[in-house]
């Protein structure tokens, strides 16, 4: 049991114990901190001058800071005794000077000292039992300067968080004003709750939010009588739903407030992310950093970077009266919080708002890909409606089709094949067993013995294929990774970089020759060979600056030379002056395009492709199920470098 004396001064007997009779202050001193430690003051003799339970003083003053830090005891131990050397006191009072460290996130530490008083107490005139060391209890032995009756709260001050910026320094995503839109179960009776809540979900669905109207009232349903059921947050500015109608319709509750958003819904929304309230996945997975109620990246570049657009919380620590709410509270301790740093990426707001109107009328999986030779930014990576929210750009595996046929042409320069060289292009050709042809439209007038540029310019398969015993499967691996495909570079999100096997059976080396069987490349890779064959040299594309470095096995380092590039681009020029991409003639600066058209699953469906130069921009288009390149990729693309 506790023993307690009630009463500021101590009745203390001073005959019976001599100095070298008196115990250890020491020990007293660790049994008042083992008690501190545990909450449990039982064998520890306290004395103090009030009526309150010490027990429960220190479990209520000191939750809030055991919370605050994780922690199921506090860190507090002995720093130093001082005992009492002159006087009529002299061994008979100490002070335990007690160091309390609290860790309350990230590199917040509260450490402080505080005292607590001891006394010895002589034994009883003519008793057998011992003297022993009593400790003053005060609130204050707990925190410095803490009065009866105050109480500690513990604050966790958010940081704001950093944008992400466009490649012109503006903000793209920042801080936008929204508005939560839900069934607020507080202004309605439950016989109405069932009712609001589905002619909610009616007016989101009015205004194209897709709404399951029965698992919203199921929800609202199973919510506490109180709560606020949040069905959709939409921007102030362009809600979508109809707030005045949400608004009049009982039991609905509209609250303002704010978040991190782009400037559209759909700006780059695969690769910029969203963030929210963290999830338990991710406060789990944190190490302390998060806590429940943060702010976080939940998904994309906002994830990625969460350290650094976060910053770090600051914490304060004040001491208030519960039953005096005019009082102001007093600042015991204080972090400021780190806001978050802006993060820098390359994206050209118009040209991505491009790309994203372009495709929104394409119901398959698509993406546009724009880079600038000369620098290697990504001005825009849009994935279409089609895609479903999966980022098609930059992170899409397919087959690239006779885009591929670029890396073919600098393959075959390599072995003495020129753009005048003249090549077979039949109507069908076989390799080890397995037939291949030409697309069904393609020109007989582009039949017969051929130029390369005419092979290149009308797209013939078997033209390319003739010449798999002059190049080798190696020689494709090598001239692709020379123009980028399947390169690692520090573009500071996540993107596939393509892959050429090296190992291939004769026939897979024939299909591999007009970029089919087992090679893939994102819409990123296409659009990277693209820039490079721009650049006169390998295009290392960046997305954020300064991106992450690579994690990548070692790098080879490109062969390409300006002279070759200039091959390319010739070759590319011949597909719009007279070829397959002849759509893109009125474009303005175009420099060259390859179409590219690539079979898939049992042969009756393709993918479609065209990568084109204009000026200072190389393009990939991309269309998961279409026609041809031609027909279906070609007007995409002269939408997009025309802006029409």
């Known amino acids: 049991m506790v023993a307690l004396v009630l009463g500021p001064v101590l009745a203390l007997p001073l005959a019976a114990c001599t100095g070298s009779d008196i115990p250890s202050v020491d020990k007293a001193a660790d049994a008042f ?31 809030p800071l055991l919370t605050a830090a994780g922690a199921e005891k506090p860190d507090v131990v002995v720093h130093k005794v001082t005992t009492v050397e002159t006087g009529d006191d002299k061994g008979r009072k100490a002070t335990a000077e007690l160091q309390w460290t609290w860790p309350l996130g990230g590199d917040a530490t509260w450490t ?13 005139k003519d008793s057998d039992q011992p003297g022993y060391w009593s400790t003053l209890w005060q609130p204050d032995v707990l925190v410095p300067g803490l009065q009866p009756g105050e ?3 513990v604050d966790r001050v958010a940081p704001v968080r950093g944008d992400i910026l466009d490649g012109a320094g503006e903000p793209l995503v920042t801080t936008r004003d929204v508005l939560r839109i839900g069934i607020d179960k507080t202004h309605a009776s439950a016989a109405e709750w069932d009712g609001a809540a589905r002619a909610l979900a009616q007016l989101a669905n009015d205004g194209g939010i897709t709404v399951d109207a029965d698992a919203y009232a199921a929800k609202v349903a199973k919510a506490g009588a109180k709560a606020f059921v949040d069905l959709v947050t939409v921007r102030k500015e362009s809600p979508q739903i109809d707030v005045g109608a949400a608004r009049l319709t009982k039991g609905v509750g509209v609250i303002e407030g704010q978040a991190a958003l782009a400037p559209t819904s759909t700006f780059a929304r695969a690769i910029l992310g969203r963030s929210g309230e963290a999830t338990e996945e991710i406060i789990t997975g944190s190490d302390g950093r998060v806590k429940q109620g943060d702010v976080t990246g939940l998904s994309g570049l906002q994830k990625q970077y969460d350290v650094q657009l976060t910053g770090s919380p600051g914490i304060l620590v004040t001491a208030v009266d519960p039953q005096d709410d005019a009082t102001e509270p007093r600042e015991l301790y204080k972090k400021e919080a780190v806001n978050g740093t ?3 990426t390359t994206f050209d707001v118009g040209l991505q708002e491009r790309a994203e109107s372009v495709l929104a009328s394409t119901t398959s999986a ?7 030779p000369s ?20 992170l899409g595996k397919y087959a690239p089709g006779s885009t591929f046929k670029v890396v073919d042409a600098l393959a075959f320069g390599r ?5 005048d060289t003249t090549i077979p292009c039949t109507p069908t050709i076989t390799v080890n067993g397995r037939e291949f042809q030409n697309v069904p439209e393609y020109p007989s007038s582009a039949l017969g013995d051929i130029p390369l540029r005419t092979a290149i310019a009308h797209s013939c398969n078997t033209a390319m294929i003739s010449q798999h015993d002059v190049v080798a499967q190696q020689d494709l691996v090598t001239a692709a990774q020379d123009l980028g495909l399947g390169v690692e570079t520090p573009v500071g999100a996540p993107v596939f970089y393509g892959n050429v096997p090296s190992d291939a059976t004769p026939a897979q080396h024939a299909a591999t020759l007009i970029g089919q069987d087992r090679i893939e490349a994102s819409p990123f890779t296409m659009a990277r060979i693209a820039a490079s064959v721009a650049a006169g040299k390998r295009v290392d594309p960046v997305l954020v600056k300064p991106a992450t470095p690579a994690t990548a096995k070692d790098v080879p380092t490109s062969a390409l030379t300006a002279a070759e590039a200039d091959t390319l681009r010739q070759l590319m020029g011949g597909v719009v002056e007279n070829g397959s991409a002849s759509v893109l003639q009125d474009v303005p600066g175009i420099v060259g395009a390859k179409t590219g058209t690539a079979q898939f699953g049992d042969g009756t469906q393709q993918h ?16 998961e199920v279409g026609d041809r390149g031609s027909t279906t990729s070609g007007p995409l693309m002269h939408a997009f470098l025309t802006g029409s």
């Open 112 to 124: 402080y000292l505080t005292d607590a008083e001891l006394t010895y107490v002589e034994p009883e």
């Open 375 to 394: 620098t290697g930014d990504v001005l825009a990576a849009a994935s279409g409606p089609g895609s479903k929210g999966l980022d098609t750009a930059l």
């Open 366 to 372: 698509a993406a546009i890909v724009a880079i600038r």
């Open 415 to 419: 072995k003495g094949i020129t753009p």
């Open 33 to 63: 901190v083992g008690a501190l430690q545990s909450g449990s003051f039982d064998g520890v003799d306290l004395h103090q001058d009030t009526s309150a339970d010490p027990q429960t003083q220190r479990s209520e003053i000191l939750e």
């Open 151 to 153: 109480r500690l709260k």
């Open 342 to 344: 802006s993060l820098q």
């Open 608 to 623: 479609t492709w065209m990568i084109a130069i204009a000026g200072d921009l190389a393009v990939a288009v991309f269309v």
